[in-house]
């Protein structure tokens, strides 16, 4: 990553039709993905949103216009196309399109080999991926057995494995069933949170609201919008234009405001954000435990010193996986956050088993309450 870097992609007025096509895929399209910056790409089917991802790694080339990734200009042959696709990795909407190996760890193996990585990396990064994306005793099948859901997964690890600098995912919660949605939402958040910039495209508005920093939405090949979602949603011309529907947190919102005779302003994004703006009285403690290597009853010990009426949460990719492994039991083992925060604004207390390196990201959240009226008291354990 170059020093100083704002923005990790730029697409500049870039006109892209593919072969054989009556009109052009990308229309003098101009969108600038920063670094940091957790991004969604809205649009209807057709909008161009796949198409735009492709210049981001460099697979087409534009007719017109320019496309930069990470500060230097895009090339499509030789030694800077390889670093591009190892800095931007982009995990399509359909698995079949990626998944070409007879096991799953081969699958995974096959760009960290490419890279020509040392035996023992390509086994750690494999190692890693594979445990993120709960793969890991599905190791030695072969990838013709896997489930569609499996199969997401496994295109998921092979990009996690290159350890890129950006991202890009193709509609990442399509075909999922809802548990293994909110777990990839969460892996997404926590590797934004080591500095990994990530995009999505996704038709779910609400959790594209929930989760994104900026949008870049497209119609009919053209980018009609970008930045906050919350410029584009009280607009409703451009809403109904786009075929999308504004969020139902949005909308919550708003007719909330309405009915009271308030300001719109600040936004919710989420369910505990909306109840803090809407709560009063007193508030439960949430005790935040951090996981490291293991997950067993007695980490709530010091909790149980202050209360014994405590509802756990699971929040992050390595609490979840030991809790599984220990058949320790959980009250709320996915959107372990959320739902461990709603119990708080009830007042009652929780406890938050949550990855030792993601506790900043926690504290974050908490703090965010603040906008909305709610200063919650959280302790985090030794």
């Given amino acids: ?159 996690l494995a290159m350890r890129p600098e950006v991202l890009v995912m193709d509609e990442p919660t399509a075909g999922l069933d809802p548990q293994m949605a909110l777990e990839l939402m969460e892996l997404a958040e926590q590797l934004h949170n080591s500095g990994t910039t990530i995009v999505i495209s996704t038709h779910d508005v609400d959790l594209a609201y929930a989760w994104a920093d900026e949008i870049h939405v497209l119609r009919k090949a053209e980018v009609i919008y970008s930045g906050p979602s919350e410029g584009f949603y009280c607009d409703n011309i451009k809403v109904h234009s786009t075929g999308v529907m504004p969020p139902s947190m949005f909308v919550m919102n708003r007719n909330l405001a309405d009915i009271r005779g308030e300001d719109s302003a600040p936004y919710p994004r989420t369910e505990t954000q909306l109840l803090s703006k809407m709560v009063s009285g007193p508030k439960g403690r949430l005790h935040v435990v951090p996981v490291t290597d293991k997950v067993d009853h007695y980490m709530l010990d010091p909790v149980f010193e202050h209360t014994d009426d405590v509802k756990v949460g699971v929040f992050g990719t390595v609490s979840r996986r030991l809790l599984y492994a220990s058949k320790m039991p959980a009250d709320f083992v996915f959107n372990g956050f959320e739902s461990c925060v709603g119990r708080c604004l009830r007042g009652k207390d929780a406890v938050l088993l949550c990855d030792a390196d993601c506790i900043n990201l926690i504290e974050q959240k908490v703090a965010g309450l603040r906008e909305f009226g709610t200063d919650l008291e959280y302790k985090v354990y030794p």
């Fill in 1 to 159: 990553m170059i020093k100083g870097l704002t923005n990790v992609v730029e697409v500049d007025d870039v006109t892209f039709t593919y072969e054989g096509a009556s009109r052009p895929s990308l229309d003098h399209v101009t969108v600038n993905i920063k670094k940091g910056v957790k991004t969604v790409i809205l649009g209807a089917n057709g909008a161009g949103k796949s198409t735009l991802f492709y210049q981001f790694n460099a697979v087409e080339r534009p007719d017109s216009g320019q496309v930069r990734v990470l500060g230097q200009p895009a090339k499509y042959r030789g030694k800077r196309l390889k670093e591009i696709r190892s800095q931007i990795a982009v995990v399509l909407q359909n698995p079949d399109d990626q998944v070409f190996s007879s096991t799953v760890e081969d699958d995974v193996a096959y760009g960290p080999r490419n890279m020509k990585l040392p035996p023992e990396e390509i086994k750690e990064r494999v190692d890693r991926a594979l445990f993120e994306t709960g793969l890991t005793e599905l190791r030695e099948k072969n990838t013709l057995q896997l489930s569609y859901g499996q199969r997401k997964r496994l295109a998921l690890a092979g990009a």
